[in-house]
């Protein structure tokens, strides 16, 4: 699995990158020489305290923020173009749907930005909403489903163009622990049946280790990565994974990595 990772194309490129805001009360570094290549079907997580520059990488990724320095390609292309080519689909935070759309209306919204045609935006919002579970739920509004299947309609939204990549920032924060275990799971199984390759942000220990293939640590002001560690599993991974020795191994050193990092304030 390490193996045939390790030989996969890299998909996003970043070397040297710095990003510093130009806030009211002085400049703030976000980023410093943040470094790091990912490669096709990675799960790689980011985690790390409040400020430490997650949120902003991932935007850097998406063409949302423009690094100050350094190098960063998406597909081999600037962060821009590979936003004009729709390489990589957004999953925020909040659910993001628009309370008078449909479920089905909110998938579709991109679809129609894009240009697809009726009878393909039909298609795919049907096959996305079966991806996530939600088939037969097309036809609701957003405040007639739950927080998680609000928040599993946002990620087919973000799968429906097809797109290879995967960015989530922190999709399931705002969720009571089992819906988020049962999101952790199906996002693997759809992770193992698609083969995209997944940037995903959390504040969640357990929650990185299960999901990751890599899981980078990162520490604030200035924003940088600390470790960067390689998960043992593979790609099935029942749940009672979190109880394994090499689990709670890697829990430890990411918590570890998350200490030393920490700057008292
Ligand atoms: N537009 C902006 N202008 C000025 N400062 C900003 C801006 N966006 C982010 N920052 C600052 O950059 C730093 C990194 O922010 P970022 O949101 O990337 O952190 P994060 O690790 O994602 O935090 P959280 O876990 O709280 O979401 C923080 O100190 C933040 O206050």
Redesign the pocket.
């Given at each position: 699995m390490k193996d045939t990772l390790s030989l996969a194309e890299p998909v996003i490129e970043a070397e040297g990158l710095n990003l510093i805001?130009?806030?009211a009360d002085g400049p703030?570094q976000?980023?410093r020489d943040v470094s790091l290549t990912i490669r096709k079907g990675e799960f790689v997580s980011?985690i790390?305290?409040?400020?430490?520059?997650?949120?902003?990488?991932?935007?850097c990724i998406a063409a949302l923020?423009k690094p100050s320095s350094g190098r960063l390609t998406v597909n081999g292309l600037s962060p821009e173009a590979a936003r004009q080519s729709r390489a990589y689909g957004y999953v925020f935070?909040a659910a993001g749907l628009y309370p008078w759309r449909t479920i089905a209306g909110n998938i579709r919204l991109p679809l129609e930005i894009m240009g697809f045609s009726r009878a393909d935006q039909a298609e795919r919002v049907q096959r996305v909403l079966e991806l996530v579970d939600l088939q037969g739920f097309g036809k609701k509004f957003p405040w007639q489903l739950s927080g998680g299947m609000q928040q599993r309609a946002s990620i087919a939204r973000a799968l429906a163009f097809d797109a290879d990549i995967l960015l989530m920032?922190?999709p399931f924060g705002a969720l009571d622990e089992i819906v988020r275990d049962r999101l952790n799971e199906e996002l693997l199984k759809l992770w193992a049946a698609t083969g995209k390759t997944v940037g995903f942000?959390t504040?969640s220990i357990p929650e990185a280790v299960y999901l990751s293939t890599r899981i980078v640590v990162?520490s604030?002001?200035p924003?940088r990565i600390t470790d960067v560690i390689e998960s043992p599993f593979g790609r099935e991974r029942p749940l009672e994974i979190r109880d394994s020795p090499e689990f709670l191994a890697i829990a430890n050193r990411v918590r570890e990595g998350l200490r030393a990092g920490h700057i008292d304030e």
């Open positions: 805001f130009q806030a703030v976000a980023l980011f790390g305290p409040s400020g430490c520059g997650k949120t902003t990488f991932l935007r923020e935070q920032d922190e942000v504040h990162m604030p002001r924003g």
